[in-house]
């Protein structure tokens, strides 16, 4: 947690300078902006989750991505398996542990753009108490006016791979798949200045 506290510090003193001053903040859209993960249930099918409590924003410059930041907080007891019993058993102290752990966050620390709609975004993730690294693979999906909330947004689609022993959860290994597929969609209201 100090780890992401500093990052947040330093990016609002890298925000407050000139070099940002096109960059606009967005606050997440609730409605659609969702997390989800994928993982192999016993290598007979691949069981998809999702989070659908998100809190934060993002900053970004259409052209200049570099000047982008972001802090993402995810609900853990907003996770749904599709299984009142399943969700249960993976909020417990065996796996995510929610009640010690209500939430996880992604703070960013680079953007880089790799063409017009595409780039990496790295960061830290920290889950369980316990950050790490993480690179993932994001498309810029649209920006502009939104027809009926009359609101500019901007939506962007992310994914990146995991290993959930880096993260202490080593429950049911490897029955349960090692590797986490992590699947976002974002979409954010521009703040007005």
């Known amino acids: 947690m100090r780890v992401a506290i500093m990052l947040i510090s330093l990016f609002g003193l890298a925000l407050n300078s000139g070099a940002a001053a ?5 606050d997440f859209d609730p409605v659609h902006s969702q997390v989800f993960f994928h993982v192999s249930h016993l290598g007979f099918s691949t069981s998809t989750g999702r989070f659908g409590e998100l809190h934060g924003g993002f900053r970004f410059d259409r ?4 000047r982008a930041a972001c802090d993402v907080r995810i609900t853990v007891a907003s996770l749904d398996m599709g299984d009142p019993a399943w969700t249960k058993a993976l909020l417990g102290k065996s796996w995510f542990a929610a009640e010690q752990f209500p939430d996880m966050q992604f703070v960013c620390e680079r953007l880089e753009q790799t063409d017009a709609q595409h780039g990496t975004l790295s960061g830290q993730l920290s889950i369980r108490g316990v950050t790490r690294p993480v690179r993932f693979a994001l498309t810029l999906n649209r920006a502009g006016m939104h027809k009926y909330a009359l609101r500019y947004v901007a939506g962007f689609g992310a994914s990146a791979r995991i290993r959930r022993s880096d993260f202490g959860m080593l429950t049911a290994l490897p029955e349960v798949g090692e590797e986490i597929s992590i699947e976002l969609q974002i979409e954010g209201f521009r703040r007005k200045r």
């Open 22 to 26: 096109r960059a606009y903040d967005y």
């Open 63 to 66: 052209k200049h991505w570099q």
